[in-house]
């Protein structure tokens, strides 16, 4: 999936978005549910350089949603500051989009 950002100056760098991927904890990871309502669930995560790993029970709601829709996509928050008195939040965070397989090994 490609689409521009609508606030295109906000966009961080390639180099950026992967450092963030590399250093993040956690991330919430969403996929198409039960009768196709969107599941998002938050899980620890492994970046390589190329690929995602998520590590997970060999059965659950986000196993069967991969078998049926191998379509998810991940967000990682790297900054989230909320500022009151300007009422408005300082946050840096990376979307990533792609299919899902299931590694057994």
């Known amino acids: 999936m490609e689409r521009k950002m609508r606030r295109s100056k906000q966009e ?17 990871w969403a996929v198409a549910g039960d009768d196709d309502y969107p599941y998002a669930v938050p899980v620890n995560y492994a970046y390589d350089g190329n690929a995602i ?11 069967d949603s991969v078998v049926r ?10 900054k989230d500051e909320v500022v009151p008195e300007e009422f408005t ?3 840096r965070s990376v979307i990533v989009f792609g299919r899902a397989e299931i590694i057994d090994d």
Do not use: W
């Open 12 to 28: 961080l760098p390639d180099d950026e978005s992967k450092r963030i991927l590399t250093n993040g904890k956690y991330a919430v």
């Open 53 to 63: 790993y998520i590590h997970c029970a060999r059965q659950g709601h986000k196993i």
């Open 69 to 78: 829709n191998s379509k998810c996509s991940m967000c990682v928050v790297d």
């Open 89 to 91: 939040s300082y946050f």
